[in-house]
């Protein structure tokens, strides 16, 4: 939904929004991005057998299955999670992520420095 008369968008629709690669330089994750102030949120998509290399960030990261499998490895622990299950990787954390299925996530990021899924220009 756009602006009114200059007025604050409060509202958006996902399905409305357009979709990127969120994190090119590590992950295949696509879809669109709701960035706050603070906060970051990101309706991501994964097809079968893609996912996220190895890497850590500055932000902290809580990614929410909606449907799908995905695997995940956080530092040394490992799961497979499914509809309605989640992980949260801390700060600097080194993670990754596999969809053994088509996946649908609702991935959450802090902001650091201004960043969240989108990464600084290098």
């Not at 996912?51 to 809580?62: D, L, T």
Request: glycine share 10%.
């Amino acid at each position: 939904m756009s602006a009114d008369q200059g007025k604050p968008t409060y509202f958006y629709d996902f399905n409305e929004m357009p979709g990127e690669l969120v994190t090119p330089k590590y992950s295949t994750a696509f879809g669109p991005l709701l960035t706050g102030q603070q906060i970051e949120v990101g309706l991501l998509r994964y097809k079968a057998g893609e996912g996220a290399i190895p890497h850590a960030h500055p932000s902290e990261q809580i990614l929410y299955v909606i449907s799908g499998r995905l695997w995940v490895r956080i530092a040394d622990q490992t799961a497979e999670l499914g509809p309605g299950q989640a992980f949260l990787a801390p700060p600097n954390v080194e993670h990754e992520v596999r969809a053994l299925e088509d996946t649908v996530a609702l991935s959450c990021k802090n902001l650091v420095a201004g960043y969240g899924h989108r990464l600084p220009p290098e």
